[in-house]
Structures are given as structure tokens and as C-alpha cells.
């Protein structure tokens, strides 16, 4: 069973730049397609980014051109680097890891069955 640690969650002022961190343990199998997510206060669990084992990545628009995803597999470390942050960046960020067939489908909460506990992300502006 995939356990996954986030961390480096905190509050910037807009502009600026965070790197979050998850520690991933476990089956590897079953990590082959990690992702990040988020969720604001009320509204749904949305996508970030998503990054399989070839290094093949995938961003949704809100993320493109900001934010990057990257995987140390020899620490076993996923990462995002976000820059250039917004206050509608603040939100709850999720790592999510899933089998491969995650990362060719649709990018969707659903399909990752194991989850982080979350790190708190806020902007201020």
C-alpha cells in the first residue's frame, strides 16, 4: 500500500514561489502515475499536474506556464514548483498516486486511489 507525506505548504504574498514535497512510500506499481491537486473552501477537488514514471507530464491551464512537476525516483520524492502565485492559488494541495493507466485518461480525482493528508497553501495579495 502507496503512503504518501506532504510538506512545504505555507503563506506567500503573490508573486511568489513555494516547492511542495511528497514522500512517497510503499508499492511502486501502484505509484507508476502520480499527480498533485487542490481544493479551495467549496469547491471541488481539481487537477494540478500530473507526471508518470517516463517523466511525461501533463498540467491543466491554470498551472501551465507556473507551475512544474518533477520526480527524484531514486528518493522516491514527487515534487511541484510554483511560482509566480496568485491568491486563487490558495487552496488545500493534494499528492495523488495512481496505477499508469491514470496518467492516460481523463485527469480526474476518481482515478487516483491514494492520497496525501494535504498542505496548506495561501496567498495573500
Known amino acids: 500500500q502507496v503512503q504518501l507525506v506532504e510538506s512545504g505548504g505555507g503563506s506567500v504574498q503573490a508573486g511568489g514561489s513555494l516547492r511542495l514535497s511528497c514522500v512517497i512510500s510503499?508499492?511502486?506499481?501502484?505509484?507508476?502515475?502520480m499527480g498533485w491537486f487542490r481544493q479551495a473552501p467549496g469547491k471541488e477537488r481539481e487537477g494540478v499536474a500530473r507526471?508518470?514514471?517516463?517523466?511525461?507530464?501533463t498540467y491543466t491551464d491554470s498551472a501551465k506556464g507556473r507551475f512544474t512537476i518533477s520526480q527524484d525516483n531514486a528518493k522516491n520524492i514527487l515534487y511541484l514548483q510554483m511560482t509566480s502565485l496568485k491568491p486563487e492559488d490558495t487552496a488545500m494541495y493534494y499528492c495523488?498516486?495512481?496505477?499508469?493507466?491514470?496518467?492516460?485518461?481523463?485527469?480526474?480525482?476518481?482515478?487516483?486511489?491514494?492520497w496525501g493528508q494535504g498542505t496548506q497553501v495561501t496567498v495573500s495579495s
Open positions: 507526471i508518470n514514471r517516463d517523466g511525461s507530464t
Open positions: 510503499g508499492y511502486t506499481y501502484s505509484s507508476a502515475c
Open positions: 495523488a498516486a495512481s496505477s499508469v493507466g491514470a496518467c492516460y485518461s481523463v485527469f480526474a480525482a476518481r482515478f487516483f486511489p491514494a
